[in-house]
């Protein structure tokens, strides 16, 4: 008798530790963000009142003054963008000698997103990734800073259309010619000035 009970004990506990294993394993599998690809071309600005937060991807590098490395944690393997509708003077490219202005983009786009977390958006007129297998978006920190737009009206970064218009375009080439007007940045007297950029 002591050994039949000691039997159906034993497999009732086999029996819920499967039950438990399966329900953690289903736990884990909802919760687990979603890989960097499968991410939607428009990240929402704002978090809503969900059982799941909604995570953004966090600026895990900066690899000049118009590139980018980002993940959705420390474990992710980084996705490189590259921000639609600029350019800056080039500080990595071998091919190149670094050009001016090209270190203090690359430290203005290092003080703006370093280390936080954005939102990215795609354009529909432009492809997902360009031939350097980069994303193409639009970058907003969390408190609305239009990342794109402010390294153009800081003077950090000149308008740049690749091909066919963007959504921004008429926007960034009024920034940009604020900028030049008031000798922000790269524009600044005694700075590089336009020759040396286009």
């Known amino acids: 008798m002591k050994k039949h009970f000691k ?3 034993a497999a009732a506990i086999l029996l819920l530790w499967v039950a438990a294993t399966s329900e953690y394993r289903i736990f884990v599998k909802q919760h687990e963000p979603p890989a960097l690809s499968a991410l939607p071309a ?10 799941t937060p909604i ?9 000049d003054g118009d590139t980018i490395d980002i993940a959705m944690n420390a474990d992710m393997k980084p996705e490189r963008v590259r921000l ?13 000698p670094v050009e001016c202005f090209g270190k203090e983009a690359s ?18 007129s432009q492809d997902a990734y360009d031939k350097y297998h980069r994303r193409l978006a639009y970058v907003f920190l969390l408190d609305g800073t239009f990342v794109n737009k402010e390294m153009i009206a800081e003077g950090y970064a000149y308008e740049y259309t690749y091909r ?35």
Request: proline share 6%; with cysteine.
């Open 55 to 63: 995570l953004f991807p966090r600026v895990a590098r900066v690899i």
């Open 164 to 198: 066919v218009p963007y959504q921004y375009q008429e926007e960034f080439k009024a920034a940009e010619h604020s900028a030049r007007e008031a000798g922000r940045g790269l524009w600044a007297s005694g700075a590089c000035g336009a020759k040396t950029l286009r």
């Open 107 to 124: 430290l203005k786009m290092k003080e703006l997103t370093e280390g936080k977390s954005v939102r990215i958006e795609g354009d529909s």
């Open 84 to 96: 639609i509708g600029i350019n800056t003077p080039e500080t990595v490219d071998p091919r190149k």
């Open 7 to 9: 039997k159906l004990l």
């Open 42 to 51: 428009t990240l929402p600005i704002t978090e809503e009142a969900t059982t």
